[in-house]
Nanobody, 118 residues
Framework: QVQLVESGGDYVEPGGSLRLSCAAS????????MGWYRQAPGKERELVAT???????SYADSVKGRFTISRDNAKNTVYLQMNSLKSEDTARYYC????????????WGQGTQVTVSS
């Protein structure tokens, strides 16, 4: 059974940091591009960061320089380190997995809530 389980979301003050984790199982993690998306109330889901099977990364302009995506293939886990958090980062954050070599699968987790407020 395919599972993507996010964790690490919390309530933090502006300027604070959080580290989100996504534990994956049930598919070939090492051949998967992984991504973090987020969705705030009343807004569309947006791409935050991606990391491909070779370790290449990309980021939304709004988080460049503040967020870092990484992966540990030995642990089947992808991370999102979030620093200098702003109130605008408040959203539910979702983990995504996509097969590198074609549209074989596209999986989503249930999300973890991040709230940035003073």
């Amino acid at each position: 059974q395919v599972q993507l389980v996010e964790s690490g979301g919390d309530y933090v003050e502006p300027g604070g940091s959080l580290r989100l984790s996504c534990a994956a199982s049930g598919f070939i993690f090492s051949l998967s591009a992984m991504g973090w998306y987020r969705q705030a109330p009343g807004k569309e889901r947006e791409l935050v960061a991606t990391i491909n099977a070779g370790g290449g990364t990309s980021y939304a302009d709004s988080v460049k320089g503040r967020f870092t995506i990484s992966r540990d293939n030995a642990k089947n886990t992808v991370y999102l380190q979030m620093n200098s958090l702003k109130s605008e980062d408040t959203a539910r954050y979702y983990c995504n997995a996509r097969y590198t070599f074609g549209p074989r699968y596209d999986y989503w987790g249930q999300g973890t809530q991040v709230t940035v407020s003073s």
